[in-house]
């Protein structure tokens, strides 16, 4: 019985997962709030000025070989260089 309740738990999470979707962070019919630019925080989005679009701060640090800080994504991101 247990083994049976554990395999039904284990597949009813797996179908869960297969359903989800990723959302756009710029779909009209995401219900979550947006900022000024249209980024969806809650899904993990943030301006990137040097790119222009929303876009994942892991992601872009992941890609660009620097460790994972809020500083290093706002030095990347910024336009004006520090003096």
């Not at 869960?16 to 962070?25: F, G, L, R």
């Not at 710029?26 to 790119?51: F, I, P």
Request: aromatic letters at 8%; charged letters at 20%.
């Amino acid at each position: 019985m247990k083994i049976a309740l554990t395999l039904l738990c284990g597949l009813t999470l797996f179908a869960q997962i297969a359903n989800a979707s990723v959302a756009d962070p710029h779909d009209a019919t995401t219900v979550s709030a947006k900022d000024a630019y249209g980024c969806v925080g809650e899904q993990g989005y943030s301006w990137c000025v040097k790119l222009k679009q929303c876009v994942r701060p892991s992601k872009i640090l992941i890609e660009n070989n620097l460790e994972l800080t809020a500083e290093n994504f706002h030095e990347f991101c910024q336009t004006q260089h520090k003096e």
